[in-house]
Nanobody
């Protein structure tokens, strides 16, 4: 049974930083794609960043986070998201997701491409 757990959310002022971590247990394939999504009430879940376990290539779902967010893999079963220069519009629930396919062969910003999800961690950025 796969279990995905996020941590590191919180409340910060605009311009601040947060680092999110995600650990997945029960993963049976070391070749996988792990991603971060965020969602605000009334809107669809949107892809933020993704990275495969076998590559250093980073995928970002929105141009607004490029240069401010950095996704990294610690291991085959974990992923981090370093968020700098945070803006109020970055506020939302951040979810970690896992696919047994590599990021390069899936629509990495599409929630339907992922089979396993965490419960989410809240990020709130105040102005």
């Amino acid at each position: 049974q796969v279990r995905v757990v996020e941590s590191g959310g919180g409340s910060v002022q605009a311009g601040g930083s947060l680092r999110l971590s995600c650990a997945a247990s029960g993963i049976t394939d070391s070749r996988n794609c792990m991603a971060w999504f965020r969602q605000v009430p009334g809107k669809e879940r949107e892809g933020v960043a993704a990275m495969s376990s076998t590559s250093t290539w980073q995928y970002y779902g929105d141009s607004s986070v490029k240069g401010r967010f950095t996704v990294s893999r610690d291991s085959d079963t974990s992923v981090r998201l370093q968020m700098n220069a945070l803006k109020p519009e970055d506020t939302g629930m951040y979810y970690c997701a896992v696919s047994y396919q590599l990021c390069a062969v899936i629509s990495h910003s599409n929630p339907n491409a992922y089979s396993y999800w965490g419960q989410g961690t809240q990020v709130t950025v105040s102005s």
